[in-house]
C-alpha cells in the first residue's frame, strides 16, 4: 500500500520539469545546500579519546566550526526502525518500519506509512541524492538520484539478515534511482558493495580467528574505499541541493570487535585480544572519508552529521539472554549491542555546521533527539514542519537562539 503523499508526489513527478522551471522564476535567493552524513551507531566513547589525540581531524574541524552532542534515540533502536524515525519524524509504530523484520518480512521502503524527508524536499523543488543510507530499498523516486543502502537484497540474502550485495548482485528491487544512473556508476565508479560486509559465523573463527579478523576488516575497508570514490563521485557529477550519505561499517565492526576487556561480558579472547585497534581504526578511517566529502563543503554548505544510536559492551543482564552473545542469524559471537530496551543507554549523535550555526557549541544532556533531524532540515529549507512530525527545530544551534538546553563549551 503506497501512502496518499507519496502517490501524490509519484504524480507530481511528471510535472516536475514545470515546477521546477515556476521555481527558478519566482525565487532569485538560491536554495540551502546541506551534506548530511549518517555514521551508524557512532559511539562518543570511542571517538572521544581519539580526537584528544588529534586522529580525527576532519570531525575536529566540524566540532570547532560548529555545534554537536547526544542524539536521543528510540527504545530498542536498530538501524532501520531508527533512520525511518529520522526521515519521518514519526514514531516506529506510526512509520511501521518497527524493526529489521515486519511482519516476518525484511523491512523495506513499501513499509513506510508516513512521508519521509526526501519526499517533501524534493515537492518543494529542492534537489535531492541519496546514497547507501540504510532502510531506503527499493529506491523512491526523488528530485535527483538515490542508491539505497543498508537492507538492500541481494544474491544469497536471506529475510532480516545482513547481507552485502553489489550493484550487479541487487535482487528483488530497484537499487539506483533513476534507473539510467546504474549504468553510469558501474562504468565509472565499479560494482561497488551497496553495505558492509556481514560479520564471520563462529564456526568459519574456530581455529582461525586471527586470519579471519585480518581478511574481514581488509574487505571491510575496500568497500569504505569504494564508498569513498562512490560519495566524491556523485558529489562531484551530480551536486544536489540535499545531500544525504552513509557509512555502515562501523556498527558492523563495532558488534564483535568493540575493544572489551576479560570483565566484560562475552569476552573470548581468543576473538577480542586479536585486534583492539579494529573499532577505533573504523573512525579514523570514517574521518578520512569525512576529508573527502568536507572538500566539497564551501561556507555556504550545512554539514550535519548524524548518528542513529551508540553502541556499548553487553551488559549483566544479557547474561539471561541466550541469544545476546549472537547477532541476527544468531550464528556471529558479539560483544556490544544497542537494541537495548531503554535507548538512552545508546545516545547518537549529532554534528552540524553551516551559516548562521555556532561555533564551538555542546548541546548538553539528551533534548535533541532522532525526531528533530527532519523539522530541523525543513527549516534550514524555510519549509513549514507538518502536523504528523513530532520533533522540533534544533533552534538552539542557530546563532541568535537562547541557550535553553545548552550551554557553551
Ligand atoms: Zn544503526
Known amino acids: 500500500m503506497v501512502p496518499r503523499e507519496i502517490s501524490l508526489f509519484l504524480a507530481s513527478l511528471f510535472l516536475l520539469p514545470f515546477a521546477v522551471q ?7 535567493k538560491p536554495k540551502a545546500r546541506v551534506i548530511m552524513v549518517g555514521v551508524n551507531g ?25 555545534a554537536y552532542g547526544k542524539l536521543r534515540t528510540v527504545s530498542g533502536p536498530n538501524c532501520p526502525r531508527v533512520y525511518s524515525t529520522l526521515f519521518t519524524s514519526t514514531k516506529p509504530e506510526e512509520h511501521g518500519v518497527t524493526g529489521f523484520l515486519v511482519g516476518g518480512i525484511t523491512a523495506n521502503t513499501h513499509m513506510l506509512k508516513e512521508e519521509p524527508i526526501w519526499s517533501m524536499l524534493s515537492k518543494s523543488g529542492i534537489t535531492v541524492g541519496m546514497a547507501n543510507v540504510p532502510a531506503t530499498f527499493p529506491v523512491m523516486p526523488v528530485n535527483g538520484y538515490m542508491i539505497s543502502g543498508m537492507l538492500t537484497r541481494g544474491k544469497n540474502c536471506e529475510d532480516g539478515v545482513l547481507c552485502a550485495p553489489k550493484l550487479s548482485e541487487v535482487t528483488g528491487g530497484d537499487a539506483v534511482y533513476p534507473r539510467s544512473m546504474r549504468e553510469e556508476l558501474l562504468k565509472n565508479v565499479g560494482d561497488f558493495y551497496i553495505d558492509c560486509e556481514r560479520m564471520p559465523s563462529a564456526a568459519d573463527l574456530k581455529g582461525h580467528e586471527a586470519e579471519v579478523i585480518n581478511n574481514w576488516l581488509g574487505k571491510v575497508q575496500t568497500i569504505r574505499d569504494q564508498q569513498t570514490k562512490l560519495f566524491d563521485y556523485l558529489l562531484t557529477s551530480h ?7 552513509a557509512q555502515s561499517c562501523e556498527d558492523r565492526t563495532g558488534h564483535w570487535l568493540y575493544p572489551i576487556t576479560p570483565f566484560n561480558v562475552g569476552y ?20 578520512k572519508v ?11 554548505t ?4 548524524v548518528s542513529d544510536h551508540g553502541i556499548k559492551p553487553l551488559r549483566e543482564f544479557e547474561e539471561k539472554d541466550p541469544h545476546a552473545h549472537a547477532d541476527h542469524e544468531k550464528t556471529t559471537p558479539v560483544i556490544a549491542k544497542h537494541d537495548f530496551a531503554d535507548g538512552d543507554d545508546v545516545p547518537g549523535s549529532v554534528f552540524i555546521m553551516g551559516p548562521g550555526i555556532k561555533h564551538d557549541f555542546r548541546l548538553m544532556g539528551l ?15 524555510g519549509i513549514e514542519q ?17 541557550n535553553k538546553v545548552a550551554a557553551k563549551n
Open 367 to 381: 533534548e535533541a533527539s532522532v525526531y528533530d533531524i527532519a523539522p530541523t532540515l525543513l527549516h534550514i529549507y
Open 42 to 66: 557512532m559511539e562518543l566513547d570511542i571517538i572521544r579519546p581519539l580526537i584528544l589525540k588529534g586522529e580525527m581531524p576532519n570531525l575536529s574541524r566540524v566540532i570547532e566550526s560548529g
Open 239 to 245: 551536486p544536489t541541493n540535499f545531500t544525504f550519505l
Open 22 to 28: 515556476a521555481q527558478e522564476h519566482n525565487t532569485s
Open 386 to 402: 507538518p502536523k504528523q512530525m513530532r520533533g522540533r527545530i534544533l533552534s538552539e544551534v542557530f546563532v541568535g537562539h537562547e
Open 302 to 305: 550545512y554539514v550535519v552529521i
Open 290 to 300: 569525512l576529508g573527502t566529502i568536507l572538500k566539497h563543503a564551501d561556507e555556504n
Open 268 to 287: 573470548n579472547a581468543s576473538i577480542n585480544s586479536v585486534r583492539q585497534d579494529a573499532f577505533p581504526n573504523q573512525y579514523v578511517a570514517f574521518d
